[in-house]
């Protein structure tokens, strides 16, 4: 074979293999397009539910009343409790530090809670239960003495600046009040739990200002007296 058909010969070959590398890379890119179009499909499919009620076996909050997609809200029990004044208030259970207590409640089991107040005893707030007779309480639970409660009073402000951040003006809403924790540990116990209380009163529950209640609360229940055999639950 002579050098000038020898190097057509090669010519012809490094062309076709072009064509051929070509030809892979439009394939490799149509497959990668596909993988990533299937990809995104399957995550916006993979959403799950999002809209009308979410069922019991879905919740990861046992005690919840009702998880609603649609509206992006959930309803939680209350349980009534009593400020150092004698003012009534109202708090709800998240959390608890013994794996038994949580399963029982129906609230997450967070051991490390019962860590807090090693190093930060004013975290824990120390409460006392009521002891009434069978009589005066035949089905709802004891009420909580509180040391501190929250002020849910004051407006929270975020103004912004001229360019957004930093703020030009600012003020923090609802406030600790003296020795208030939302964690709690019933005195003689060594269980923690997260029970932060969401109102305070009796009625005329503020959910538009959030005078007398959580900035999140969209609406308060107080079930009436229970009747015999029963127990009625109040929300939030």
């Not at 499909?41 to 649609?70: E, F, K």
């Not at 009040?177 to 923690?192: C, E, L, M, T």
Request: positive net charge; contains cysteine.
């Amino acid at each position: 074979m002579s050098s000038l058909s020898f190097r057509k010969s090669l010519v012809a070959l490094f062309v076709l293999a072009a064509l051929g590398l070509t030809a892979s890379v439009v394939l490799l890119s149509r497959s990668s397009g596909s993988a990533a179009a299937a990809a995104r499909s399957s995550q916006v499919g993979g959403l799950g539910q999002t809209s009308g009620l979410l069922p019991r076996d879905h919740l990861t909050l046992g005690s919840a009343i009702q998880v609603n997609l649609s509206k992006q809200t959930v309803r939680l029990p209350i349980y009534p409790g009593k400020a150092p004044d004698g003012t009534r208030v109202w708090f709800t259970l998240l959390d608890a530090s013994d794996a038994g207590l949580a399963a029982d409640l129906g609230v997450n089991y967070a051991p490390k809670l019962a860590n807090l107040a090693i190093g930060c005893p004013e975290c824990v707030q120390e409460v006392t239960l009521e002891s009434p007779t069978p009589q005066q309480n035949r089905f709802g639970p004891a009420v909580v003495n509180f040391k501190g409660v929250p002020d849910f009073s004051p407006s929270r402000v975020a103004e912004p600046g001229p360019t957004g951040f930093p703020l030009k003006r600012f003020q923090p809403g609802a406030v600790a009040g003296p020795g208030y924790s939302p964690f709690i540990r019933i005195a003689g116990s060594h269980v923690v739990y997260s029970a932060p209380i969401v109102a305070v009163g009796d009625r005329d529950f503020d959910v538009h200002n959030h005078i007398n209640t959580s900035d999140r609360v969209l609406g308060v229940h107080i079930a009436p007296p229970s009747p015999p055999g029963k127990f009625l639950e109040s929300w939030v």
